[in-house]
């Protein structure tokens, strides 16, 4: 049966001229540059080639503030979006910069309101589970289908998308989590927020500054948005949920894939004259 994704080519077909013109190298990371859980040591390796290369790079990821702050803290990059941008993290001359759509009273206010959607889906959907990094979370609830437990079949999945969208919340399905909070704010419009105000890159007025990398739905947005986006091999998995693809599709899956984005990435641009 015939997918959105049927309309995204092999990376092997991107351009030296598209590769010239990136500066900013935007990614997913669960199942992006990691593979089952883990980040391949050869993923670790672009990204420091990537940052050495002089590429900006900003991971942008459904995982908690706090995993953020040890990711600006300690990985080669120029900042990290987190929560399914909710907030950025930067460190820049020895401070960390933390900024988030919402102030801390909201913030307060919708981890209250969140407790009942919790209990809601914990109570409709038999197997799902509170995800094991929600303690160090600010803006929003995810739930577990698959990282610590059992994977849930599809059906499932949905409904607990359905009891987030009751509750009036914006609900996203990850690889592993279904991240649901209180708003219209998504990853794609932390991104341009940060690169704008950070670095002055205005990606309204060129896209094609920066690759974006990602493999499941929540996704959508960037791969939507970015002329130049990549979906890693595993984002197949997720084809009858994808409506806007990816412009590209790697070989390998996870971390592998993003590897294989870098090394193209970086040979084009080593080779143009």
């Not at 991971?59 to 900042?79: F, K």
């Not at 969140?114 to 995810?142: K, N």
């Not at 670095?199 to 309204?204: N, Y």
Request: charged fraction near 25%.
């Amino acid at each position: 049966m015939k997918s959105a994704l049927d309309a995204a080519k092999p990376l092997s077909e991107i351009s030296a001229e598209i590769c010239r013109g990136i500066r900013a190298v935007a990614s997913d990371i669960d199942d992006t540059i990691s593979t089952e859980g883990k980040i391949p040591a050869i993923a670790y390796d672009a990204l420091w080639r990537a940052k050495d290369a002089g590429l900006i790079v900003l991971p942008v990821t459904g995982r908690p503030a706090g995993w953020c702050d040890l990711i600006a803290r300690m990985w080669p990059v120029d900042g990290v979006v987190g929560e399914n941008g909710g907030l950025y993290y930067r460190l820049a001359g020895g401070k960390m910069k933390r900024q988030y759509v919402v102030p801390p009273e909201t913030r307060a206010a919708n981890r209250k309101k969140l407790e009942t959607v919790a209990a809601d889906v914990l109570r409709e959907v038999p197997g799902s589970a509170i995800s094991a990094d929600q303690f160090s979370r600010e803006l929003d609830l995810a739930i577990d289908f698959c990282e610590d437990v059992p994977r849930l079949p599809d059906a499932d999945v949905e409904r607990i998308v359905k009891v987030f969208e009751r509750h009036g919340c914006t609900a996203k399905v990850s690889s592993i989590h279904v991240n649901g909070w209180f708003g219209s704010y998504d990853k794609l419009g932390m991104v341009k927020t940060f690169l704008k105000h950070e670095l002055a890159i205005d990606v309204e007025k060129d896209r094609g500054a920066v690759v974006f990398s990602g493999d499941s739905p929540n996704d959508e947005p960037m791969f939507g948005y970015f002329p130049v986006s990549v979906g890693v091999a595993n984002v197949t998995d997720f084809a009858s949920r994808i409506q806007k693809p990816p412009a590209f599709l790697t070989r390998a899956r996870g971390g592998e894939g993003f590897a294989e984005m870098i090394d193209t990435i970086l040979s084009h641009r080593a080779s143009s004259p």
